[in-house]
Structure formats: structure tokens, C-alpha cells
């Protein structure tokens, strides 16, 4: 344990803002008291390491990933989750170097599930769930951002070569909206059991909004939302086009969509295969954009069913239910270039129910 | 009244190596060019390729494919280490395949051959830090300008030239007293 000492708190806080520990944000000082009370509301000791974070391949030991949660601005409550979420992009299918680095401008998006959602805070569903207002949301994610920086020494233009990066690098955290879904909550849908919490990470682009007005005859409106998720993610600038069908991709359906899809028949498993199958690109459109790629063939003019496809299998559809009632779906499209495929990655949420600070 | 606060910076658990392998400049070896999906990664190093054999006949180049933008899976490293008596990897030129080319060179030097990455220039600090961070920090690089991609012939021809000769010194470079 590292202690460093400074004359007043507000010269420690410079201190980190010009050493690069810090977003840009405001932050809280990890006193040693703050970074003790955070940790105790897991039963883990303050050194035990539970994951290496690259490209710096730093220790996330208990004491540096509470010590982000201080600065982020968290309550000992919120810290069960961010545990879960640091082992998650620890793991290795999730490529977090390779995530981290790349010039494409995605970045870490917390999902969360089961029971934590509501214990751990109140993690946001509704309305806004990528904004501000929030508590547990804005500061779990954001503890995860700064545990990237000051672990996995993620520093934009020397370690972290984002062209962009994006907001989401600050913050993306939400939970799903279990009651207000008509199909079985994400987790479950993975094999874990109702009442198990856990959390969901994906590396993901920025959002894009889908919009879809429900006709008053309400005919085709399932048909129609699909077409829309679907043209989304196989636009011309999308690297799931780029890239042949590589890479995850969220979808966030609000709750008045799910409802349409859920109306007219769709469950999860056929809208992950409606959208996986109109997600296309004609051949000849392909070949006007990206010319020159290896899978972009200049179609045969005998040829009459040749299309690009934005994703090569229905699991690469990262289906949840969230967001506020209305007009508006939004998908959040991945890098599709990580070694192990941009897949979301899940792991369950340790509440410890007998630690004495639960 | 001073304040504590503890470091948030995590430490790095992997420990500092010294890289020390070289190979002979007389000997008739054979050099392993690794290739990432780039684009134009193929087309510079078929140019490296050129320059190599055209400078050292007795040398061959031969040629390996990632099958991704980033690093080279354990199969084809082995492939590389048991066929290959060196390894140049290429290209860094985007910040995944920076970490790719840099990974791929340190998985063949910790397998005992000598491997050199190339990186362009705008890559430069994202891969003195991952060499660091990897345990390998003198692991040899060639700096590269940027871009590679989309330049002239002439242009890749010079920066297959620069990447040939200065990959050559530091493949060959006697590193023993440097224990």
C-alpha cells in the first residue's frame, strides 16, 4: 500500500490531476479512512488482486479498484457491482488492452441485473439511464473509467489511441428493466437464475438512436422497428459491415417497443434472429462504399442474392429491455476487431449478505 | 495539515527482463515476417521481403499471417519459432495492432528468438509503454513515419528500406555483455 502525503486536500487533488489519476472531473481523495470504509462492504481483503488490467498490466487489487471508487464518488453500497464489473473486463475474452487502445471510440458499458440493481443503489432504468442524475449509475461507471486510468493506464493519445473516444468513457452504466420487460431479464437468458445478481460488460460505441412511431392501426410495426435496429447496425459506417459480421452489438429496447415485439408474436431468441438476418447490405451498395475490401465483390449481374452481412450469428445480438416509455430504441454497435469477438462479457455480483457492512 | 491518501496507481507485476538475443550476420538464417490484416501491411512487407533477400542472398524471408488486426494466435507463434531463426512484426499502425505487432514480437522473444516490432511513429509512446508493461523493455523496435497505408510506392519503398536496415542491426546486435 502506497501512502503519499500532501500539505492540504486540495493540493493532494491537484497532485493527481497532474500526475493524469484523474478523468478531468472533480474528484473525491482516496483517504486511507474513505478507501477502508469502501472496502469493507466486500469480504475481501484490501491486497488481494482479482484481475490484471491492461495494456499496463497493473494489480486490481481490492485497495486500488476502492480507491477509484472514492474518487468516482461511491457509496460502499455501489461497490459489490464495480467488483464484479473489474473481474469482468479482467477477463480475457473481454480484451480490454486491445480494447482500451484501439482508435476505434468505444468503451466499457456496465449492464446490470438481478437484485444489485436495486441494493446496490438503485442503478438507473428509466428514464435517461445513459445521463446524469443518477448516483449509482454515474459513479459506478465512473469508478470503472478511473480504475482503467490508474490500473489498466489507460491515457488518451500515448495508451489509449481512441481518434475520439467518447462520453461513455466517462460513464455507461445501467440496469435493465426486469419488470417493465416482457421477455426474460438478460441474466437469465445467459442461465443464471432470477434472483442471481450480476453484471454485463461490453465494449461498445456511443449510442444510436432508433426511432419508430407505433401506426394506429399498429400492422407491421414489429416488422418495420426490426428493419429499422437492423439498417442501423449494417450502415455504411458500421465495422460490423467493415468487418464481414464480426463483433457484438447492444440493443436497448424501451419498454413501449418490447411491448410492440412481444405483441406481435417476437420473443428474445426471434428478434436476436430477425435483426441478425436483416442486417444486410446489398452487394453492389457494399462495393460503392468499400471497394477494395476482400469480401466486397463486385456483384455479378447474374448474381441476385448477394448481400453483406453486418453480424454471422443471432448471439451477437446483446438484447435488454431499458430506457424510458416512448419512440425511442437505441443500439450501441462494438469495435468487431478484439481477438475474441467484441462478445459481452457476464459475471455474477457478490452482494456478501454477511459481511457486516451489507 | 497534511493529508494521507493512498496511490491509486496500481503497480505492475511483471517483472523487468533483459532482452540479450541476437542472431549471426554472416550465417544463412531464416527471418519470419509477421503480417497483421493492416491494410497494405501485406504490400510493405512483400517491399521488406525484397530488401532483405536483395541484401543478404543467403537470407530467407518468409512470410506469416495473423488472421486479425491485432495479435497472432499461439499456433502460428509456434509455428513462426520452430520454422524461424528471427521474426520482424508488422505493422503498428493503428493503436490494436500496436499492441498486436508489440505482443506478437515479445511472445517470440520469450520463446528465445529474436523478434523486432515495426511501429509508426504516431504509435511510438503506445508501444514504449507496452514493452514496459509486458516485462521486455529494450525489446527492439524500428520507428517507422506514419502513415504506411495509402502512400506512394516510392514512399513504402523508402520506409521498407529504413525498416529492412535498421531491423537488421538490432536483430544482429551482440547483446551478451549487456548481462
Known amino acids: 500500500m502506497t501512502i503519499l502525503q500532501s500539505n492540504t486536500e486540495e493540493i493532494a487533488i491537484e497532485e493527481l490531476h497532474q500526475r493524469g489519476c484523474t478523468d478531468g472531473l472533480p474528484i473525491v481523495l482516496p483517504t486511507l479512512e474513505k478507501v477502508k470504509t469502501m472496502a469493507q462492504r466486500v469480504d475481501i481483503d484490501l491486497d488481494m488482486v482479482i484481475g490484471i488490467m491492461g495494456p499496463r498490466e497493473g494489480a486490481a487489487s481490492i485497495e486500488k479498484v476502492a480507491a477509484a471508487a472514492v474518487m468516482a464518488g461511491c457509496l460502499p453500497d455501489h461497490f459489490p457491482v464495480l467488483v464484479a464489473a473489474v473481474k469482468a473486463v479482467c477477463d480475457k475474452a473481454f480484451d480490454l488492452t486491445e480494447v482500451n487502445q484501439t482508435t476505434h471510440s468505444l468503451a466499457p458499458v456496465i449492464l446490470v441485473n438481478g437484485p444489485a440493481s436495486v441494493e446496490c443503489g438503485n442503478i438507473n432504468h428509466s428514464f435517461g439511464i445513459l445521463g446524469p442524475g443518477n448516483r449509482a449509475s454515474a459513479c459506478i461507471g465512473r469508478a470503472l473509467s478511473l480504475a482503467l486510468i490508474n490500473i489498466g493506464g489507460r491515457h488518451p493519445g500515448t495508451t489509449d489511441m481512441a481518434i475520439y473516444s467518447s462520453p461513455t468513457k466517462f460513464t455507461a452504466c445501467f440496469a435493465e428493466d426486469e419488470s417493465g420487460s416482457p421477455f426474460d431479464p438478460y441474466h437469465v437468458s445467459k442461465g443464471y437464475a432470477h434472483e442471481d445478481s450480476t453484471v454485463t460488460v461490453i465494449g461498445a460505441e456511443s449510442p444510436h438512436s432508433i426511432i419508430l412511431e407505433p401506426t394506429s392501426h399498429g400492422k407491421g410495426d414489429a416488422e418495420r422497428l426490426i428493419l429499422c435496429i437492423a439498417g442501423a447496425i449494417a450502415n455504411p459506417g458500421s465495422n460490423h459491415i467493415y468487418r464481414g459480421g464480426g463483433g457484438g452489438v447492444l440493443v436497448v429496447l424501451n419498454p413501449e417497443h418490447a411491448e410492440i415485439l412481444s405483441s406481435a408474436g417476437f420473443d428474445r431468441r426471434r428478434i436476436q434472429h430477425a435483426i441478425c438476418e436483416k442486417s444486410v447490405m446489398e452487394q453492389d451498395l457494399a462495393f460503392k462504399y468499400y471497394a477494395g475490401l476482400n469480401h466486397v465483390q463486385e456483384k455479378d449481374s447474374a448474381d441476385n442474392a448477394s448481400q453483406l452481412h453486418a453480424l454471422n450469428n443471432p448471439n451477437q445480438v446483446m438484447l435488454v429491455v431499458a430506457g424510458g416509455r416512448g419512440s425511442y430504441s437505441m443500439i450501441m454497435p462494438t469495435w468487431a476487431y478484439a481477438p475474441h469477438g467484441n462478445l459481452p462479457v457476464t459475471r455474477k455480483i457478490d452482494l456478501f449478505p454477511s459481511c457486516p457492512a451489507y | ?179
Open chain 2, 1 to 179: 495539515m497534511s493529508v494521507s491518501y493512498i496511490d491509486p496507481v496500481a503497480e505492475c507485476l511483471v517483472q523487468a527482463k533483459k532482452y540479450n538475443l541476437s542472431i549471426s550476420a554472416t550465417a544463412p538464417i531464416t527471418i519470419g515476417l509477421v503480417i497483421n490484416k493492416i491494410p497494405d501491411c501485406d504490400i510493405f512487407m512483400n517491399l521488406v521481403q525484397n530488401v532483405l533477400t536483395d541484401c543478404n542472398p543467403i537470407l530467407t524471408a518468409r512470410k506469416y499471417y495473423t488472421e486479425t488486426v491485432t495479435y497472432a494466435d499461439d499456433k502460428l507463434i509456434q509455428r513462426i519459432f520452430t520454422e524461424c531463426d528471427a521474426a520482424i512484426c508488422a505493422i503498428g499502425h493503428c493503436g490494436s495492432c500496436t499492441a498486436g505487432t508489440v505482443k506478437d514480437a515479445i511472445a517470440l522473444i520469450e520463446k528465445g528468438i529474436p523478434a523486432v516490432s515495426l511501429i509508426t511513429d504516431l504509435f511510438w509512446s503506445q508501444s514504449e509503454m507496452l514493452t514496459h508493461s509486458l516485462g521486455w523493455p529494450s525489446a527492439p523496435r524500428v520507428r517507422l513515419p506514419y502513415p504506411i497505408w495509402g502512400t506512394e510506392p516510392e514512399t513504402m519503398k523508402n520506409a521498407a528500406r529504413t525498416a529492412v536496415m535498421e531491423a537488421m542491426v538490432l536483430l544482429t546486435q551482440d547483446r551478451s555483455s549487456e548481462n
